[in-house]
């Protein structure tokens, strides 16, 4: 057995598994393309044609690396919140960010506070960096904002993590109970406020919270309402010093030139973004009919996915979820009980949604069968 | 002053300090526009044309994250190579799988053995992580093999860095020189071969070495030769243990679908390539005669720059640089003395090349005068 490389022990003691199994690693299985791609929570509207079009313009240009400050988009973003520039850290998606924020914060044996069931990627890389983490349960469908809480108390913990709306359930709190944790975390303690699905959801469900707090960050993405998750675009808000401070570890060249441009042209172009919100909600309701029809419990959403009550177990929901993917509808589920009784289906266009309304009875009797 | 967040103390002890400013900084601080922009090795003969159509396309599906596992570019970089895709990470730049390659061996104290005036990024790195460098001076305008090994069997370093051909000074070895360092290393030092600048260089500058050897890690890029440097895009060749333990802690869905794209099929374009590699032996050939027509000393390049010896100390090539600057030419220096007698032009199209031949001699004079 060879000795070289030398890895550090905490990077020996890491496993190999990854948070997520793409849908092309399925197809590559099973040999077949899936009709409907409903798992990944993307968005089947697309992106606003202008972004299209600064990207492929981009194209052509891409031989430039792209600005290191990410100067115009930060511009853009800082007038869009309200915020300066410097409150604003862009990075390679918010899992980017995510890996960032925990290299700067959690040692080997710090504390990290998060929902038992919330975000695998941002307990990949707590475990990453050798942080340990501490979970709490949901309540019901909710992330449990005086949970996470009362675990900050007992374990002081550099993170306390919330994402809200949440994912896989769905669920979201009004702004103001997010904003009210702040005055009840200890001295010391940042809370990362996942905001990915936020274009998505009610009115209210964004908190309001200075820019400058020092007690918070907030994560944004051009992924979901956007509609661009394959351009690798998220955001970061917060105090200028915890934004600076990214500036000593980040990839500096790491966002590419049309990952700038289509995020800028993206972030003009609100009228499109209002068009895919008003189709997420067209969608939101069909998933919720087809799966009141079919026997299975819709969950209210804030989010560009519903997630549904099978009304057993995980054993009955990973069936159901097997049979959807055999018939080519690519779907997730919760990894956690008790919310791996349901399973996890993303927003999409007609033909997706009734190849969607096709394929579950036929998955559902087998499940049950 | 505000505790949160607690940063660790690694994170706390490192500079803000950048390793490179961007050109864009430099124009929003002049006000003005470079006329030629030879400061970053970017290709100014632009990436395939083919690739401009497959980014261009794949805009349009960038709803969809990109395939997390890249197999189809990893499966065509194995076949390009002659490997097997196990033997293949791709990742967001070299300056990217750098810095995962480090953290995966680099633990706070352990050493690290580069060349004083090396690549800054990978310096930038280590530091990150804590590892303590160990420089060696260049042997003239060359890194310096026999050093790299004489101070590795010293430390016993975790990496050993050299870059094949060099940057900033444009020399290269014979591959048969760096694949005969292998059998010199201590036990368990890795040594990271970069080869950005390989597919612009001579004949046998790529050392002949079996992927499997796990003595090794060789980093290559479509930024170069491939003209894509604002897509972000590296990867490396490695021993399948050594790959898959990029999986521990790489952002597994980093690389975007448009990057992915249009790489595989800047590789499919073998012809761009070619042409772009007769481009830049013209461009190296006008650039040295400008430079000696100036009374400057162009050095022999395997690259895609031209770096050129001033003839007096490093404040006086400061002054040619910053009178380059003034006149709208984007270019660079080396930042380590002895190197920093010199200058670093990147080659590119004629009306580059033009500017440059035609700001070039009010420069020297100014920083004569």
Redesign the interface.
């Known amino acids: 057995m ?10 020996a003691s ?3 598994s ?5 849908p ?2 399925q197809e ?1 299985a099973s040999g077949r393309a899936f009709t409907a ?1 409903l798992g ?1 929570n ?6 606003s044609p202008a ?2 079009a600064a ?2 313009q ?12 990410n ?1 115009d988009l930060r511009a853009a973003l800082a007038a869009h919140h309200g915020v300066r520039p410097d409150n604003i850290v862009v990075g ?2 918010i ?2 960010l995510l ?1 960032y924020l925990v ?5 080997p044996g ?1 504390a990290v506070v998060t929902s038992d069931g919330a975000y695998p ?1 941002f307990n990949f890389h707590v475990a ?1 960096f050798g942080g340990v983490l501490h979970k709490v349960p949901y309540n019901g469908n909710h992330e449990d904002p005086e949970a996470l809480l009362s675990c900050a108390a007992e374990r002081r913990p ?2 306390v993590y919330i994402a809200n709306p949440d994912n896989p359930m769905g669920s979201h709190h009004p702004g103001a109970t997010i904003a009210a944790m702040l005055d009840h975390l200890p ?4 809370l990362v406020l996942d905001e990915a699905y936020i274009d998505l959801a009610p009115p209210g469900t964004a908190a309001v919270i200075a820019a400058d707090d ?2 918070v960050i907030r994560l944004r993405t051009f ?1 979901k309402g956007y ?6 675009v998220g955001y970061a808000i917060a ?1 200028p ?2 934004i ?2 990214f ?3 980040r ?9 700038q441009a ?1 995020a800028l042209a993206a972030l003009r172009d609100q009228v499109w973004l209002a068009h895919v919100q008003a189709e997420v909600a067209r969608a939101r309701a069909t998933l919720s009919q087809i799966a009141t029809a079919n026997g299975l419990t819709p969950l209210p959403s804030a989010t560009n996915f519903v997630t549904m009550e099978c009304g057993r177990d995980g054993d009955f929901a990973r069936a159901v979820l097997r049979g959807l993917i055999a018939r080519g509808i690519f779907a997730r589920m919760p990894f956690v009980a008790p919310h791996d009784r349901c399973i996890r289906v993303s927003c999409g266009d007609a033909a997706a949604l009734a190849a969607f309304a096709e394929a579950l009875p036929a998955a559902l009797a087998e499940a049950r069968g």
Chains 1, 2 share one sequence.
């Open positions: 060879d000795q070289t490389p030398r890895y550090t022990p905490l990077a890491l496993p190999a990854v948070p997520f199994v793409g092309e690693t590559r791609r990944a993307e968005s089947l509207f697309g992106p972004a299209i990207m492929a981009a194209a052509s240009e891409v031989w430039m690396y792209g600005d290191p400050e100067h390679e998606g899992d980017g890996g290299r700067l914060t959690v040692a710090d990627t990453g550099k993170l001295e010391g303690t940042l020092p007690r992924s509609g661009m998750a394959g351009l690798r105090a010093g915890l600076s401070a500036n000593k570890v990839n500096h060249f790491g966002m590419g030139r049309i990952a289509g």
